[in-house]
């Protein structure tokens, strides 16, 4: 029998349906697994008797014939997700031992389907982030190795080398997904923090439409952006997850009251008849030829499959990471104002409010959060605001109908490549230029800023023997051709098969 | 459009973040790299575009204005650094 962490969300939920093991024995291997695997920093909480206690729980239910669609499936938790009576941090000093008394909309989906919690997951701080480093917990470290790489584990349990970072902001939930530290983890995805990390490591994950998630109970960082989903190993899998993180929510205005389909029956639906568009302005000056190639190759997939491929045209492509740098740093300085030392997290003391507001502040908040904020602040201010702000929300409007024209072309989705590079090591980019960084995401911010749903799917491993993905852009609120088309993709290119554990 | 060292000092202070002198000159440089590559979309004709207010056309929810919620003092302040009778506590803001 496979390796209990091993096994697909699908397969596991069969195996328990069929008691061919247990929920317990499920969420101890898991528990196990991540104990060996410390190192990498994936968690920043383990919860091993919340974990134990919400198997037994769901073997009760199972045993009853009550199991939910996610019994006894033991989840990584982004650690952005408040999680009631659990410690939540958003990978920030300033929430200090911050315990919420309540639980984030999502995370309650998750656990009245019947899941269960492993504990909580690193991340860049507030989110902000394409590599997990500038989480106040340390960095995380990919699973995945350059092929001969000198990182290991050493003597003393520390990773030797200059490992390879997993991505971010949600790096601590692609690398849990990929190490077999969970089944499957929630992630959040503001410019490409789900998808660029599910690129990095050999994973499957998804952005949904804007509103299709609540995000109530999910610290904010660009609320306009801002968008919840999952990472797994499978297509299949993601949409086993998304489907009992949707659904509409009394508690944020920007939840839609739609019905949620049935993700998981669109997985088999197969791209025959439907018109993929290859949009030119993602061929972008430097782009490794590598990436060009797996692009191409994506796109002869699935016309095999049967699907029609047509060149199309987003002109404002270009645009939309500069825009991006203003809107969300302004959202992102306005939402992180509530962080004052009054109501929750850190204070330190100062001679006045003032004072102690930015005594406070400056103590707790990292240097990427700072910036940003400082950012937001300057192009929210009297005489800078139309400059700046005004003209990046009409540049939005501009990127949206870009993508509104080629759908009503007759497109169904979009193929792009997910990032424009496979992993980089700890350390290697953006501590001059943050801009270096941010270029991580130019295939993926777009999305964002027009609030279409994205998949991120593994399609090959480059030169150096690491994951590069292709990324699907959907129709609003049809997540189901991207389920479609992201499975065409998957049993194209065949599972990718994930690092042995070397860090064990 | 760039910044000086002192209009950094003034968003710091209008971000009510507190920094020191060898911070400036970093924020400063860090600041005018992110200015310098957004001002690209100088390049773009924005006339007669709306600018965007909400990504998804939708009909804002509404709800009876009644209260649906709280009656749990000691929840909302059991975060706070500092309280009393469930008031948070702030050093003295009116002499």
């Known amino acids: 029998m496979t390796e209990l962490t091993h096994l697909t969300i699908a397969e596991a939920r069969d195996g328990l349906k069929a008691k061919s093991f247990s929920a317990t024995e499920l969420a101890q291997a898991h528990l196990a697994a991540m104990e060996k695997a410390r190192a990498l920093n994936a968690y920043v909480l383990e919860t091993p008797e919340q974990a134990l206690a919400m198997a037994k729980a769901s073997d009760e239910r199972i045993a009853r014939g009550e199991a939910g669609a996610l019994e006894g499936i033991p989840l990584g938790i982004k650690d952005l997700f408040c999680t009631e009576g659990v410690t939540t941090t958003a990978g920030s000093k300033i929430l200090g031992n911050f315990n919420p008394p309540y639980e984030s909309t999502v995370t309650r989906n998750l656990w009245n389907d019947g899941a269960v919690m492993l504990g909580k997951l690193n991340l860049d701080e507030f989110a902000m982030g394409s590599s997990n480093e500038t989480s106040a917990f340390g960095p995380v470290v990919s699973p995945w190795r350059r092929q001969g790489s000198n990182v290991s584990a050493g003597a003393s349990g520390a990773i030797e080398g200059t490992h390879l970072v997993p991505g971010g902001s949600s790096g601590g939930s692609a690398a849990a997904v990929a190490a077999h530290l969970c089944l499957g983890a929630t992630a959040t995805d503001t410019g490409g923090s789900i998808r660029q990390p599910a690129a990095f490591t050999g994973t499957v994950g998804i952005k949904p439409t804007y509103g299709r998630v609540s995000r109530w109970g999910t610290v904010a960082f660009a609320s306009s952006l801002d968008q919840a989903g999952p990472i797994a190993r499978t297509v299949r899998d993601a949409a086993i997850m998304l ?9 944020d205005t920007t939840c839609v009251d739609l019905p949620v389909p049935d993700f998981e029956a669109a997985v088999s639906r197969g791209v025959k008849g439907l018109k993929i568009g290859i949009p030119k302005e993602y061929r972008v000056d430097g782009m490794s030829p590598e990436i060009e190639k797996l692009w191409h190759q994506g796109a002869e997939w699935l016309r095999a499959a049967g699907a029609e491929i047509v060149e199309v045209s987003l002109p404002h492509t270009k645009y939309a990471l500069p825009a991006y740098y203003i809107v969300a740093p302004a959202e992102a300085s306005s939402n992180l104002a509530r962080y004052d030392g009054v109501r929750y997290g850190l204070r330190v003391p100062g001679k006045d ?7 406070t502040r400056a103590a707790g908040f990292g240097r990427e959060v700072k910036r940003r904020v400082m950012i937001g602040t300057y192009v929210l201010s009297a005489g800078y605001y139309d400059a700046y702000y005004v003209r990046a929300q009409k540049l939005r409007t501009l990127i949206k109908r870009d993508f509104e ?8 989705a979009i193929l792009t490549p997910a990032t424009p590079s496979s992993a980089f090591g700890i350390g290697e980019k953006g501590s001059g230029d943050p801009v270096e960084m941010y270029l991580n995401d130019i295939f ?6 027009a609030g279409l749903p994205g998949i991120a799917v593994p399609a090959g491993l480059d030169s150096q023997g690491l994951p590069l993905g292709l990324q699907l852009i959907g129709r609003a609120f049809d997540e189901e051709t991207l389920f479609a088309a992201g499975q065409a993709i998957e049993d194209a290119a065949g599972r990718i098969k994930l690092p042995q554990a070397w860090w064990a | 459009m760039s910044v000086d060292e002192k209009t950094v000092r003034r968003i710091a202070h209008l971000a009510r973040i507190a920094v020191t002198d060898e911070e400036v000159p970093h924020l400063q440089g860090e600041i005018n790299a992110i200015l310098s590559f957004v001002e690209q979309l100088g390049e773009v004709n924005v006339d007669g575009v709306e600018p965007m207010t909400s990504v998804t056309p939708m009909v804002m929810k509404k709800r009876q204005d009644g209260v649906t919620d709280g009656g749990y003092p000691e929840k909302i302040v059991q975060n706070a650094p500092a309280t009393e009778d469930s008031f948070f506590l702030v050093p003295k803001v009116v002499e």
């Open chain 1, 243 to 251: 489907r009992s993180m949707s659904g509409p929510d009394a508690k």
């Open chain 1, 353 to 359: 409010i003032v004072d102690m507001y930015e005594k």
């Open chain 1, 405 to 412: 024209q080629v759908y009503a072309q007759g497109i169904h």
């Open chain 1, 444 to 449: 993926t911010v777009t999305v964002n800023m």
